[in-house]
């Protein structure tokens, strides 16, 4: 027999004679004559309501059942009779999978989100953590979804490279075990040579490789895992994070912008739309402002100010900043948090940044000193997107790297797109945690990624 998912079956509006669940016991409370068991089967929050009766044959196990136990229920699915849910399955059988002993940690209570990160491959069994990883799931598709309805095509970019598209230092080396292992003239393991005799890191954007298909397919975007070994402890960075990466051939920087607001109120919508059940969840447990946050971005149109701008607002604003403010230095997040969450209330895009503070592929403007970069930063979470229009002029960009420090021979590939029929070109990057942080409310990044990985944090 077919297994039923417990979110079809709640979404028929009619009894169903014969169902079949597999799921997890939530909870069970045992009646004189019968028992109720809540079983979750993880296709929804909503747990199905199991009704067992002391007459069926195994009831002595099943009176016994634990939180965490796996089970099979056979059964009819009937109008509930007491409140609280509208359906309940009154079970001919249940069997049981495994029983789960009285030390399964996730007993029912709160647990702290700091706790259940110890236990990272148990907490998606919480309703909480089960609701985040739905939505996750469902924007993922959404993100194909959006490129796809707009003639984007999906780029599979590569995770080892030899390049370094930010240029900030914060690469992860790659080693091998396997011999022949690299050696220094002296004797000691050559790291730096161990990608088959050459160097290589994981990538921190796929940028650099999803321009070369943009100046072939047009419209074109990567998404995917991406890498930066910054040792820092705060709640909105992780060493390896999933980007989203469109990059779109004769776009300028405002076609640029106007595709960043767009995809964000776009998946924002979405989320509304398709996963109601697990967001009411996060309005109604995590922040209570969330839905009113979420409806404000999607309404609004977002503020677009020039770097030189945003500056002076923060000068102006007498703020107790812990970084200084300054005409020339990179925006820290409490200053970008101040611009959107204080100042403007509503998305910012900041644009024109001085060019000392941005990598070298961003397109110089005509004042020789500025570059035409973009950073959207949005309440609660800061920047969500960098990007910016590319230099596609080869003497600039030349004269780019030499001033990075870039030496053009590593960069050859790159530099003969703009020597072959190079034309303006845009791209960003989107942080798909960061989303899912201002989606949810959720205000750790640790929270909304499976597996974080941060500094200590490699077992799971
Ligand atoms: O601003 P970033 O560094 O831009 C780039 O890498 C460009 N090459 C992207 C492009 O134009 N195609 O990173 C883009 C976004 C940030 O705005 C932020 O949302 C996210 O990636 N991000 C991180 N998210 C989590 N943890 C980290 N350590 C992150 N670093 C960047
Ligand atoms: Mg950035």
Redesign the pocket.
């Known amino acids: 027999m077919k297994r039923h998912k417990i979110a079809e079956l709640l979404k028929t509006d009619k009894p169903v004679g014969s169902i079949l669940i597999k799921g997890w016991v939530r909870t069970k409370r045992n009646a004189k004559t019968f028992s109720f068991i809540e079983v979750n089967d993880g296709s929804c929050l909503k747990n199905m309501q199991i009704v067992v009766d002391g007459k069926t044959s195994n009831y002595h196990e099943i009176k016994k059942l634990t939180t965490g136990s796996a089970v099979a229920v056979r059964g009819k699915m009937v109008p509930s009779q007491g409140g609280g849910q509208q359906w309940e399955v009154q079970a001919t059988n249940i069997d049981i999978i495994s029983m789960a002993p009285e030390t399964f940690p996730l007993q029912k209570k709160r647990h702290t989100d700091e706790y259940l990160r110890t236990i990272a491959h148990l907490r998606p069994r919480t309703n909480k953590y089960g609701s985040i990883f739905r939505i996750r799931s469902e924007l993922a598709y959404a993100v194909h979804h959006f490129f796809r309805e707009r003639g984007f095509r999906y780029i599979h970019t590569p995770v080892i490279t030899g390049s370094d ?2 240029g900030a230092g914060e690469l992860f080396r790659l080693t091998t075990l396997n011999p022949p292992i690299p050696m220094t003239p002296d004797g000691k393991i050559d790291y730096s040579k161990d990608f088959f005799g050459m160097e290589s890191n994981l990538t ?4 650099l490789s ?1 321009e070369m298909f943009a100046l072939a397919l047009g419209d074109v975007y990567t998404f995917g895992p ?1 890498f ?1 070994a ?1 040792n820092s402890n705060t709640s ?4 390896e ?1 999933w ?1 989203i ?1 469109p ?1 779109m051939a004769f776009c300028d920087l405002a076609g640029n912008m106007n595709m960043g607001e767009t995809l964000i109120k776009h998946l924002i919508s979405f989320t509304m739309d398709n996963c109601a059940e697990d967001l009411a969840l996060f309005a109604r447990f995590v922040d209570k402002t969330l839905m009113n946050t979420l409806e404000n971005i999607v309404d609004s149109e977002f503020v677009r100010i020039p770097y030189q701008a945003a500056i002076d607002i923060l000068l102006k604003s007498k703020q107790p900043f812990s970084f200084p403010v300054a005409h020339g230095a990179d925006l820290q997040s409490e200053h970008e948090r101040y611009l959107t969450e204080k100042h403007f209330k509503k998305p910012v895009i900041i644009y024109d940044y001085p060019k000392t503070i941005k990598p070298f592929y961003m397109r110089l403007n005509d004042d020789g000193q500025t570059v035409g970069a973009m ?1 959207i930063i949005v309440p609660r979470i800061g ?6 229009q590319r230099e596609e002029r080869l003497d600039v960009l030349e004269q780019q790297m030499a001033s990075s420090d870039l030496s053009p021979e590593n960069y050859w590939w790159y530099l003969e797109s703009r020597r072959f029929g190079t034309v303006p070109h845009s ?5 798909f ?2 989303l899912l942080m201002l989606v949810t409310g959720v205000s750790n ?1 640790r929270d909304v990624i499976p597996f974080p990985r941060t500094p200590g944090n490699i077992e799971f």
Do not use: K, Y
Request: with cysteine; proline share 0%.
């Open positions: 598209c930010e921190v954007s796929g940028q999803a991406t930066r910054e909105r960075h992780v060493a994070f980007m990466e990059e950073d920047e969500l997107v960098g990007g910016s791209g960003f990057g989107l942080g945690e960061r990044i």
